[in-house]
């Protein structure tokens, strides 16, 4: 089952340096991604995809997963995760091993959500994204 998991952090960078360690851990076998963004919101609030993989596109955040189906609590949880000045990685995985991935991933401390998106609720969401221009 493929899975959206959103990992956010408290400054700008550790969301970069984490989607490269977790592209480390997927040689190992942890984790499987399909698709991967990283997201910061300026201190203006802005939010920016500063480099992506084709999940999340620029003002995605809330409105595509309403559109498939995520629930509000979760859009809501989102949207408060990730302030001014922080950054998210938001990615598509499957067969993860997220106790394992967050253990190697500690030292960044995320803060973690996590949904699980069915079938068809995926080629919803990489519809969405194909419709803005990304890559999906």
């Keep these: ?3 959206l998991i959103v990992l956010a952090f408290d400054n700008e960078n550790d969301a970069l340096e984490v989607r490269d360690k ?6 190992q076998g942890l984790i499987q991604m399909e698709d991967a963004a990283v997201v910061v919101r300026n201190e203006q609030g802005k939010t920016d995809v500063k480099q992506a993989q084709s999940l999340v596109g620029a003002g995605a955040l809330g ?3 309403a559109d498939i ?3 509000d609590d979760f859009i809501k949880e989102v949207g408060e995760e990730i302030d001014p000045g922080e950054s998210a990685l938001f990615m598509l995985a499957t067969d993860a091993q997220t106790e ?3 253990e190697e991933l500690e030292p960044y401390d995320p803060r973690l ?3 699980n998106l069915s079938t068809e609720d995926e080629e919803k969401l ?5 419709a803005d221009g990304l890559r999906a």
């Design 1 to 3: 089952m493929k899975k």
């Design 22 to 27: 977790l592209f480390e851990l997927q040689k």
């Design 63 to 65: 409105g595509k997963f």
């Design 69 to 71: 189906g995520i629930d």
């Design 100 to 102: 394992r991935v967050i």
């Design 113 to 115: 959500l996590e949904t």
């Design 126 to 130: 990489r519809e969405e994204f194909a």
